[in-house]
């Protein structure tokens, strides 16, 4: 029997990845990160940027700690991949700032997920979010964003998400919808008569 090829995870998953296995491997070999990071010529803040995935892995670093430690060659080598691997970027990351980073977040970790299951308490998900709530909902409050947000590429980039969530290798997906988040406006109505394609009914 053949195999299925094997998805591989979010690139938000694979940077975190190296973080938790060097702070593994500082608790296997006894040593704090200053001392570690000090041995190795890095910073402290270099170390710890790497072990919280907030920057892209460092390939020179997680190479140095397997080298200074002596970690055997198999553990070396899932090591180095996985920092190769970090630095993979998806379709939004060259739009994050216009789609809003926030959202940003939401695609990199739906990316390569095999199932989503949420809660909505207030707000429709953005999965299932139509055009004109989600145009109505990212107009209404345009201080929240930064200044290169732009509500038209924030709606495209969730028609997008929502495209590759309904693709026959999409995720399978499970939600609870409260009743408040259906019932909830998406935006301020145009007048004092709230107008229904504004509200999420």
Not at 40 to 50: E, K, M
């Amino acid at each position: 029997m053949e195999a299925e090829p094997v998805t591989p995870p979010s690139p938000y998953i694979r940077r975190q990845w190296p973080g938790r296995e060097i702070r593994r491997l500082g608790e296997e070999y006894d040593i704090a990160a200053e001392p570690l990071a000090r041995a190795l010529g890095f910073s402290r803040q270099h170390l710890n940027a790497l072990e919280n995935g907030r920057l892209g892995p460092d390939i020179d670093l997680v190479s140095g700690i397997c080298d200074y430690l002596s970690v055997g060659a198999n553990r070396r080598a899932a090591n180095m991949d996985a920092a190769t691997d970090g630095w993979t970027r998806g379709w939004w990351t060259a739009h994050a700032e216009r789609m809003g980073r926030r959202q940003a977040i939401f695609a990199d970790l739906e990316s390569g997920t095999a199932a989503i299951s949420e809660y909505a308490i207030a707000v429709i998900p953005g999965l299932l979010q139509t055009t004109a709530f989600a145009n109505a909902r990212l107009r209404c409050q345009p201080t929240r964003h930064s200044e290169h947000f732009d509500p038209a590429a924030a709606v495209a980039a969730r028609t997008t998400r929502q495209q590759l969530f309904l693709a026959p290798d999409g995720p399978h997906y499970d939600v609870v919808l409260d009743e408040a988040a259906i019932r909830r406006c998406a935006g301020a109505p145009p007048s004092r008569i709230s107008s229904p394609s504004s509200c999420g009914t």
